[in-house]
């Protein structure tokens, strides 16, 4: 199981830090990725870390802004997120997939692509 943590509301310029904790588990052999859903609008890819954490991927919209990084031993992943703008106002949900190959866009950025997701938490952005 996932279970996502870390959100809240902040002011546009701030920065939060969620983190995405499994149980049960040998996380290491999995890719993780976290997508968010906005009001109204589909979820969408923000970012994914290779499974031993020397690959990441981003979305254009978040690039430079945002950093996904794990910590095998401890069964974590995180997602700093700087200069947060109103934007970025979403619930935030890690997936995890052991057989995705992450190197191919459809399948990094896939919703389909991930066989387990976190509950979701929420970020709300003020301008």
């Known amino acids: 199981q996932l279970q996502a943590s870390g959100g809240g509301l902040v002011q546009a310029g701030g920065s939060l830090r969620l983190s995405c904790a499994a149980s049960g588990r040998t996380f290491s052999t999995y890719v993780v990725a976290w997508f968010r859903q906005a009001p109204g609008k589909e979820r969408e890819f923000v970012t994914v870390v290779s499974r031993s954490g020397g690959s990441t991927f981003v979305a254009d919209s978040v690039k430079g802004r945002f950093t996904i990084s794990r910590d095998n031993a401890k069964n974590m992943v995180y997602l700093q997120m700087n200069s947060l703008k109103p934007e970025d106002t979403a619930v935030y949900y890690c997936?995890?997939?052991?057989?995705?190959?992450?190197?191919?866009?459809?399948?990094?950025?896939?919703?389909?692509?991930?066989?387990?997701w976190g509950q979701g938490t929420q970020v709300t952005v003020s301008s």
């Open positions: 997936a995890a997939d052991r057989e995705n190959q992450i190197l191919a866009k459809r399948n990094r950025e896939g919703i389909h692509k991930y066989e387990l």
